[in-house]
T-cell receptor, first 111, second 119 residues
């Protein structure tokens, strides 16, 4: 049972480049979320999904796109990377019960 | 909107001693869940303990316990017999109760408290 997987673990981008952070879960969870972690600010919600085909914005959505075509996958797209998007990104999933399962995180640096 | 505040950026404790991490939150909801997560240097988020708001009894998991004061909107974490492996960043988090339109799976996090354990 893999749980929540994220790729890549590390990434360096130049300003203006685009990329997709991959997230997958094998627990048949309805709810998936993307967070970013910055020093002194905890984890902040970027986008979330309550099921396949349904997504919504979180607290800090600007500069990011998501889609949820399947229950398992929830990719996060950076269309034009900016230095302000340097952060650690976590994907998480949960079922109807309380516990949220987190992926291992992606450390992204934008130069 | 709900908010979570951790007012202690850093704490330290001597090994085998007890330490309490503070968390306050604001919400107009009556039913919700509260969590403490541990994040060691590996970055992995690890659930330490949870508390359902409708339960009056404070949750306990081995050396970890909470002091849940619903009226005061306070949710502190007590770590007893601290061990070197407890050194990590700790996050307090809030989730709306899982029913109806509030069932989105979203967590709202505090800023985190870095705990140092001294040998």
């Amino acid at each position: 049972n893999a749980g929540v997987t994220q790729t890549p673990k590390f990434q360096v981008l130049k300003t203006g480049q685009s990329m997709t952070l991959q997230c997958a879960q094998d627990m048949n969870h309805e709810y998936m979320s993307w967070y970013r972690q910055d020093p002194g600010m905890g984890l902040r919600l970027i986008h979330y999904s309550v099921g396949a085909g349904i997504t919504d914005q979180g607290e800090v959505p600007n500069g990011y796109n998501v889609s949820r075509s399947t229950t398992e996958d929830f990719p996060l797209r950076l269309l034009s990377a900016a230095p302000s998007q340097t952060s650690v990104y976590f994907c998480a999933s949960s079922g109807r019960a309380y516990e949220q399962y987190f992926g291992p995180g992606t450390r992204l640096t934008v130069t | 909107a709900q908010t979570v505040t951790q007012s202690q950026p850093e704490m330290s404790v001597q090994e085998a001693e007890t330490v309490t991490l503070s968390c306050t939150y604001d919400t107009s909801e009556s039913d919700y869940y509260l969590f403490w997560y541990k994040q060691p240097p590996s970055r992995q988020m690890i659930l330490v303990i949870r508390q359902e708001a409708y339960k009056q009894q404070n949750a306990t998991e081995n050396r970890f316990s909470v002091n849940f004061q619903k009226a005061a909107k306070s949710f502190s974490l007590k770590i007893s017999d601290s061990q070197l492996g407890d050194a990590a960043m700790y996050f307090c988090a809030y989730r709306s109760a899982p029913y109806g339109s509030s069932n989105t799976g979203k967590l709202i996090f505090g800023q985190g408290t870095t705990l140092q354990v001294k040998p």
